[in-house]
């Protein structure tokens, strides 16, 4: 029998760990309101976007076709922008939360479509969409 108790080897989760003062590795400000759900899939996001991990921001898609493309598109424009401190204005809807993001000294605002997967506040991130 094999444990691995308290072991991360397996932990694949490349979100920043939000401390106590409510600032992180993301420099992250929010306006608007997020519901936690919303919130830890925008964090994900940017931190896939700062780590240019295409494989890990296909994983956050809502659809599997051609979602690695996307991805591989989307960390391409917005990998160095994400090295910045960055505003995410919240706008929450019945089944899905638009995402307004704002890297500093980036003209263009990144908009994301967050759609509920329906249970738990979870939310996935559309990345078939043109910026």
Not at 14 to 39: C, I, M, Q, Y
Not at 49 to 60: F, N, Q, S, Y
């Amino acid at each position: 029998m094999l444990t691995l108790g308290g072991c991360d080897a397996l932990d694949t989760d490349k979100t920043p760990e939000r401390v106590a003062n409510g600032t992180s590795e993301l420099e992250l400000t929010v306006t608007g309101r997020p519901s936690p759900g919303s919130l830890s899939a925008a964090e994900k996001v940017i931190a896939r976007l700062k780590a240019e991990d295409v494989d890990g921001l296909a994983d956050l898609a809502a659809k599997d076709e051609g979602s690695e493309d996307d991805a591989r598109r989307w960390v391409t424009r917005w990998g160095k922008a994400a090295q910045h401190p960055a505003t995410a204005h919240f706008l929450l809807g019945e089944q899905e939360s638009t995402v307004d993001i704002r890297f500093t000294g980036e003209r263009a605002t990144l908009s994301l479509l967050l759609e509920d997967d329906g249970y738990d506040d979870a939310y996935r991130v559309v990345l078939d969409r043109t910026d």
